[in-house]
């Protein structure tokens, strides 16, 4: 069963905290993705990696930055909280072989800044 | 740009009906996938159904199945026999494979459905 986990559900920080956001997959996926999820928004693009220590910018990465130092672990960084940062993150990893390839989820890390 | 529009953010239905959920979308592209994402509440998302934009015939997937129509841009999801279990967020997706590495999906908003007993 694939499997997309991520560190926390539920997280609470105060403004101008460092924040790290961990997800873990196991499927042995090229790919990994950070969203955030909003009301009314859908889910938004943050960064993505598509190999080891690679990363693309998505729709929204101001703000945020990424690291991936092994291939199943792919972290999002918060350098400095501010409140228009609480929300929904998701992690999704998929295969990078040719052809479109399905996004497995993780469950979501909820984040509210205070 | 590529946008995806989802026109109803909550629709409710009765359990054993029928219901469909709109999405359009807007893109110049001609090849491109469209898929429709489930993420049940307190769950995670996964994926429901997916269309390929070269493929005239509609996917299906038991009891869900699509209405494409690429001169329309319009993909409609409809769930017959509706079941408590279906109670969720619908999510439209665009993805075009010369984006990024062909990886980057456009979500829409979302469709808050609810399954009623």
């Known amino acids: 069963d694939v499997k997309v986990t991520q560190s926390s559900r539920y997280l609470v920080k105060r403004t101008g905290e460092k924040v790290f956001l961990e997800c873990v997959q196991d499927m042995d996926h090229e790919n990994m993705f950070w969203y955030r999820q909003d009301p009314g928004l859908g889910l938004r693009l943050i960064y993505f990696?598509?190999?080891?220590?690679?990363?693309e910018k998505g729709d929204i990465p101001e703000g945020y930055s990424v690291s991936r130092e092994k291939k199943e672990r792919f972290s999002l960084i918060l350098e400095s909280a501010s409140t228009n940062q609480t929300s929904m993150y998701l992690c999704a990893s998929s295969y990078g072989g040719t052809g479109v390839n399905e996004q497995f989820f993780g469950p979501g890390t909820r984040l509210t800044v205070l | 740009a590529q946008t995806v529009t989802q026109s109803q953010p909550e629709m409710s239905v009765q359990e054993a009906e029928t219901v469909t959920l709109s999405c359009t979308y807007d893109?110049?592209?001609?090849?491109?996938?469209l898929f429709w994402y489930k993420q049940p509440p307190s769950r995670q998302m996964i994926l429901v159904i997916r269309q390929e934009a070269y493929k005239q015939q509609n996917a299906t997937e038991n009891r869900f199945s699509v209405n494409f129509q690429k001169a329309a841009k319009s993909f409609s999801l409809k769930i017959s026999d509706s079941q408590l279990g279906d109670t969720a967020m619908y999510f439209c997706?665009?993805?075009?494979?010369?984006?990024?590495?062909?990886?980057?999906?456009?979500f829409g908003p979302g469709t808050r459905l609810s399954v009623l007993p």
């Open positions: 997706a665009f993805m075009n494979p010369r984006d990024n590495y062909g990886q980057n999906f456009v």
């Open positions: 990696s598509y190999d080891v220590k690679m990363k």
């Open positions: 893109t110049s592209e001609n090849n491109y996938y």
